[in-house]
């Protein structure tokens, strides 16, 4: 029997289906946006990365934090209802469990880049948090941070917050029909620092057996009917992280990085607004970026991507 699929919406990158009322489908597309806005050109395979990728290490955290992947086996869906050709799910697919999206982007910082740079430069600390003098670009903090940002309606930028803020922003949520109330939401944003620096440390320790650096990276939650707090939308890819190569570590610049930031560096040098719609991107700074995603696939899986592009398995 096939299970009929619903559109639900289109995000930046992802395609959303309902499945039913306990399950979604989540399509990761190749779009890829920068200075939030979804650029014209797609970048090959990369939605199969960051599908790859998130499913490694949703299965690799699940003692840390319970998280929304079911089943990346979509042969029994039912292909006229989906507004993609079939044959093209492999690799990019996952079934997951519906939640209640938590209204925060839940980033964690291992070293100093990227907007917490510029906040460190202007006040000298991150979402509130003071930081000791003299740090340089790129260097690794005392101890990993933090940092949430203000989840961004399309078109507006997020926006660094402090950890009261945050508190704030999820006593209003409402689980059940009722508000979560500031007692609830203080605990929560606990569990919640707890969680997700326990899941940079160790998303940190593998990377960095594959010589590479995990500088920051972005969190989603989400909580189930019963208040359980879970680990949703994507983990640890080069969409959600700053992954740098460890041999090419030198504090005091910015450092080349596994992710999306080679696109942005290349758009800062062309006469465009950062805004809809994008720059077309030129046929060498398309492979370029998948080259980088391929790589960190391989370098922090171990496995063959091309193998995984065959039997949409992550095989060592």
């Given at each position: 029997?096939?299970?009929?699929?619903?559109?639900?919406?289109?995000?930046?990158?992802?395609?959303l289906?309902?499945?039913?009322?306990?399950r979604?489908?989540?399509?990761a597309?190749?779009?890829?946006?920068?200075?939030?806005?979804?650029l014209?050109?797609?970048?090959?395979?990369k939605?199969?990365v960051l599908?790859?990728?998130?499913?490694f290490?949703?299965?690799?955290?699940?003692?840390?934090?319970?998280?929304?992947?079911?089943?990346?086996?979509?042969?029994?869906?039912?292909?006229?209802?989906?507004?993609?050709?079939?044959?093209?799910?492999?690799?990019?697919?996952?079934?997951?469990?519906?939640?209640?999206?938590?209204?925060?982007e839940?980033?964690?910082?291992?070293?100093?880049?990227g907007?917490?740079?510029?906040?460190?430069?202007?006040?000298?600390a991150?979402?509130?948090?003071?930081?000791?003098?003299?740090?340089?670009?790129s260097?690794?903090?005392?101890?990993?941070?933090?940092t949430?940002?203000?989840?961004?309606e399309?078109?507006?930028?997020?926006?660094?917050?402090?950890?009261?803020?945050?508190?704030?922003?999820?006593?209003?949520?409402?689980?059940?029909?009722?508000?979560?109330?500031?007692?609830?939401?203080d605990?929560?944003t606990e569990?919640?620092?707890?969680r997700?620096?326990?899941?940079?440390?160790?998303?940190?320790?593998?990377?960095?057996?594959?010589?590479i650096?995990?500088?920051?990276?972005?969190?989603?939650?989400?909580?189930?009917?019963?208040g359980?707090?879970?680990?949703?939308?994507?983990?640890?890819?080069?969409?959600?992280?700053?992954?740098?190569?460890?041999?090419?570590?030198?504090?005091?610049?910015?450092?080349?990085?596994?992710?999306?930031?080679y696109?942005?560096?290349w758009?800062?040098?062309?006469?465009?607004?950062?805004t809809?719609?994008?720059?077309?991107?030129?046929a060498?700074?398309?492979?370029?970026?998948?080259?980088?995603?391929?790589?960190?696939?391989?370098?922090?899986t171990g496995?063959?991507?091309?193998?995984?592009?065959?039997?949409?398995?992550?095989?060592?």
């Open positions: 029997m096939t299970a009929t699929v619903g559109f639900v919406r289109s995000g930046k990158v992802r395609d289906y309902a499945l039913d009322d306990a979604l489908l989540l399509v597309s190749d779009r890829l946006s920068a200075f939030d806005v979804v014209p050109t797609p970048i090959a395979d939605g199969r599908t790859g990728l998130s499913r290490w949703f299965a690799e955290t699940t003692s840390i934090v319970p998280n929304h992947l079911l089943s990346a086996d979509v042969a029994g869906l039912d292909p006229a209802s989906l507004s993609v050709d079939p044959a093209d799910l492999g690799g990019r697919s996952m079934i997951c469990r519906r939640a209640l999206v938590l209204p925060i839940v980033i964690v910082r291992g070293y100093l880049a907007s917490g740079w510029k906040d460190y430069r202007r006040t000298r991150i979402g509130g948090q003071r930081l000791p003098v003299g740090l340089r670009e260097d690794r903090l005392p101890e990993p941070i933090l949430p940002s203000t989840k961004a399309s078109g507006h930028h997020d926006e660094n917050i402090d950890l009261s803020a945050m508190v704030d922003r999820l006593a209003v949520v409402e689980l059940g029909g009722r508000p979560l109330g500031f007692a609830a939401a605990e929560l569990r919640i620092r707890d997700a620096i326990a899941l940079y440390r160790f998303g940190a320790a593998v990377a960095a057996r594959a010589g650096l995990l500088a920051d990276t972005k969190f989603e939650f989400g909580l189930l009917p019963d359980q707090l879970i680990l949703i939308d994507e983990v640890l890819t080069p969409d959600s992280s700053r992954f740098w190569d460890a041999a090419a570590y030198e504090p005091g610049r910015a450092q080349a990085s596994y992710d999306k930031q696109v942005r560096d758009l800062e040098t062309q006469p465009w607004d950062k809809a719609p994008g720059p077309a991107l030129p060498d700074v398309v492979d370029g970026t998948r080259a980088r995603y391929v790589e960190a696939f391989e370098r922090i496995a063959s991507f091309a193998r995984y592009l065959e039997e949409d398995v992550i095989a060592r």
